[in-house]
């Protein structure tokens, strides 16, 4: 059994397009993993969350919903030997 210390991952997307200032959309993302248990045979116990947000203009009027959030544990297994 091995406890891990501090191992962490985290990602920042953005994205958008349009033809003009009243027809576009856009949206951004932000997501972090923390490892809460590594074995050495691989597997892992994973504590993630996010949030993203976007909007779009069409011919001039806004439409933007509430933030959408995401909290989650889940367990990944290797299976096989990759190389």
Do not use: C
């Amino acid at each position: 059994m091995m406890l891990v210390k501090g191992s962490h991952r985290f990602n920042v997307e953005a994205s958008g397009g349009g033809r003009n200032h009243r027809n576009f959309n856009v949206g951004g993302s932000v997501h972090g993993e923390y490892d809460l248990y590594r074995s050495r045979g691989g597997t892992r116990v994973v504590a993630s969350g996010g949030v993203a947000h976007g909007a779009t203009r069409i011919d001039g009027k806004t439409y933007k919903g509430r933030p959408q959030g995401s909290v989650g544990i889940g367990v990944e297994i290797p299976i096989g030997k990759g190389r």
